[in-house]
């Protein structure tokens, strides 16, 4: 059974440029998540959405948004990229039972230049 | 912003010792999780305790959650060269909307053969 992947794995964007980054739950989880870590830190929640609906937002800026798709994929979109925007973005995927906690994939690496 | 703080930020011990590593959180939680990260790539999720849950055991892993306190602990027993990784707590908050992880800034632990 795969875990939860993302695409692409790295990326480079120049300042201002657009990114869209896209993560597959696991089969059966109907809930994702995005988190950005910057390098020497623990992870800051972005987004979360359920069943396809928005349940939850982080402090970021409305340059961050993102979206679920009817087979539970995610995107998320970051406009007008910024220097501080260069991180490791990970999408978790969660199933009914919360004692197994959050399945994380392997992130995507974006660096802003 | 961080839930908490993790202590020691770096550990470095022996292959065979034991590494116990501690988590400050703020508010009050519906729990605690715990999770590894090897080398800056994705998270795995090692341990949930609950906030009704005092103390919680899965293979080498031990964790103790003090609610008065807000603190939790993580021990690994019998340390191996495969523990060396980042350890982070996460905090799902109590009554919250959704189920987003707040995580710590993490514990870097080194075991030398």
């Known amino acids: 059974d795969a875990g939860v992947t993302q695409s692409p794995t790295h990326l480079i964007k120049t300042r201002g440029q657009h990114v869209t980054l896209r993560c597959s739950p696991i089969?059966?989880?109907?809930?994702v998540s995005w988190y950005q870590q910057v390098l020497g830190q623990g992870p800051q929640f972005i987004f979360q959405?359920?069943?396809?609906?928005?349940?939850g937002r982080g402090n970021f800026p409305d340059r961050f948004s993102a979206r679920q798709f009817p087979n539970y994929s995610s995107e998320l979109n970051v406009n007008a990229l910024l220097l501080g925007d260069s991180a490791l973005y990970l999408c978790?995927?969660?199933?009914?039972?919360?004692?197994?906690?959050?399945?994380f994939g392997s992130g995507t690496r974006l660096t802003v230049v | 912003s961080q839930q908490g703080e993790e202590d020691p930020q770096a550990l470095s011990i022996q292959e065979g010792e034991n590494a116990t590593m501690n988590c400050s959180y703020k508010?009050?939680?519906?729990?605690l999780q715990w999770y590894r990260q090897n080398s800056g790539r994705g998270l795995v999720h090692l341990i949930l305790?609950?906030?009704?849950?005092r103390e919680k055991h899965s293979g080498r892993l031990r964790v103790t959650l003090d609610t008065s306190k807000k603190s939790s602990s993580l021990l690994i027993t019998a340390s191996r060269a495969a523990d060396t990784a980042s350890y982070f707590c996460?905090?799902?908050?109590?009554?919250?909307?959704?189920?987003?992880?707040?995580f710590g800034g993490g514990t870097r632990v080194l075991v030398k053969p």
């Open positions: 978790a995927s969660r199933g009914q039972v919360v004692d197994y906690g959050y399945t």
């Open positions: 089969s059966g989880h109907k809930s």
């Open positions: 959405y359920y069943e396809k609906e928005e349940r």
């Open positions: 508010t009050s939680i519906n729990n």
């Open positions: 305790i609950r906030s009704n849950e």
């Open positions: 996460a905090t799902v908050r109590e009554k919250a909307a959704g189920n987003k992880l707040t």
